[in-house]
């Protein structure tokens, strides 16, 4: 009886070597521009007890309702969920361990998330987040810093053109004086609605007005607008938001319908949005979620942040430059075998102990295969360990790359062994200059 094919599980991607260097270069970039902002890496368990979620982002929000991956753990009972998400989780730590009992906290984070949806370009079951999240801040200063901080990264990874939109919700008073309007306008025209939109009248009204349904749209246009229910102290928050972002040359429009599918949000919210991608056009969404920390309970505190969808923005970075070609290694160490591996692999860790990357050639085979599969690493030099290398203490290094002008390995050339490391990396900080 055949065996059925292993594949992965629908809507979950392998990484392979080819695209990897892409990864590795946004990761490198991302990283050090929080760090350059003053964030700290956090990092949480990928699973979570399932209250985190259905007390912070709402248990009649589609996330909770029909994404989650959520399960009984059958050792011990305990409702159990793959996170969808990672401010809660986050929010989760920061009360666990106490983290702003000494001042506010600037924290990143990095990796898998989960949701069960429908696969397509742009929005995968399981996929990748980079977020940032400010808390202990009250002010919009820090919504602007880290409006700011994104607009560098994008100029970092090269990835423009790309808009920002911005809305307030407000706080809790006005939104649900809001709430109760919007329901009794969409209520006078029942019949207009779809079904997701009937489904939400009543428990997520405000997802209404980001639906994507064309057929909608003239009616979310007549809908009440939240930024018209704002009281004076949402309203200069958010005035102030938009000062700060003008004096520091931020273009941006203000969309009164741009909602986020998250309980916890309040005041801020804003999106970062591309042409490029077609319905998966965001790729990074974000804003003030004060109320999240009393949610989840702690002791009341302000917070604001953003998460970036990783696979959205790769998509972005491939199309602007495409995959990053990098050679596997520095070196390619050959030999003949028996005495000459032993010296090949001694030789292979005294040029690592010097910071070079070195592929020693594995089994035996002809000093020409093994050639060939020196050249096709990428490398920049080729190290022979021969025989007569061998009994001579050295090794014949070759240049694999044709460069101009003159340089030390211009020909093969033997080095003592006891050498290599300190000659090549010369010799690859003379390519440099």
């Known amino acids: 009886m055949s065996k059925q094919k292993l594949a992965a599980i629908r809507g979950m991607n392998d990484l392979l070597p080819a695209d990897a260097p892409l990864w590795e270069t946004f990761e490198a970039r991302v990283v050090d521009l929080l760090k350059s902002y003053g964030y700290q890496q956090i990092r949480t368990p990928i699973l979570e007890h399932t209250a985190v979620f259905t007390r912070g982002i709402g248990e009649v929000t589609d996330i909770v309702e ?5 399960f009984t753990d059958t050792l011990n009972g305990e409702q159990l969920t793959l996170r969808p998400e990672n401010t809660a989780s986050v929010v989760r730590a920061v009360i666990e361990h106490n983290l702003l009992y000494d001042g506010p906290r600037r924290l990143w984070y990095m990796g898998p998330m989960f949701r069960h949806e429908r696969p397509q370009r742009g929005r995968y079951r399981q996929f990748h987040q980079v977020g940032a999240e400010a808390l202990g801040f009250p002010g919009p200063d820090v919504d602007a810093e880290l409006i700011l901080m994104l607009k560098r990264l994008w100029d970092v990874l090269g990835v423009g053109p790309v808009r920002l939109e911005l ?3 407000g706080q809790l008073d006005e939104r649900l004086q809001h709430r109760k ?7 006078r025209h029942h019949g207009q609605l779809d079904a997701d939109a009937r489904r939400r009248l009543h ?4 997802r209404i007005l980001d639906t994507k349904n064309p057929a909608m749209q003239p009616l979310v246009e007549g ?3 939240l930024i018209e229910y704002l009281g004076d102290a949402s309203r200069a928050h958010f005035e102030r938001l938009q000062q700060l972002l003008r004096a520091n040359g931020v273009e941006y429009a203000i969309n009164p319908r741009l909602v986020r599918g998250l309980d916890y949000y309040n005041l801020t919210v804003f999106e970062w949005i591309t042409d490029r991608l077609g319905a998966q056009g965001t790729i990074c969404g974000g804003g003030r979620y004060d109320p999240l920390i009393e949610m989840l309970g702690g002791k009341p505190a302000p917070a604001c942040g953003f998460a970036i969808g990783v696979e959205r923005v790769i998509d972005l970075m491939r199309e602007a430059a495409g995959v990053p070609q990098r050679p596997l290694c520095d070196v390619y160490v050959l030999h003949q075998g028996g005495a ?3 010296a090949a692999m001694r030789a292979a860790e005294s040029m690592r102990d010097t910071g070079l990357d070195v592929l020693l050639h594995a089994g035996e085979s002809s000093l020409k295969s093994q050639m060939k599969k020196a050249d096709a690493s990428g490398a920049e030099f080729a190290v022979i360990v021969g025989e007569a290398e061998l009994a001579a203490g050295t090794a014949a290094v070759k240049a694999l790359r044709a460069r101009d002008g003159a340089w030390p390995f211009a020909e093969q050339k033997a080095v003592a062994l006891d050498r290599l490391g300190d000659a090549l990396v010369e010799a690859l900080e003379s390519l440099s200059e």
Request: proline share 8%.
């Open 181 to 187: 309007d919007l329901v009794a306008y969409f209520e």
């Open 340 to 342: 000459t591996l032993a």
């Open 167 to 169: 809305n307030s919700l």
């Open 203 to 206: 428990t997520n009204p405000l």
């Open 66 to 70: 029909k994404e989650m991956y959520s």
């Open 223 to 225: 809908a009440p607008r």
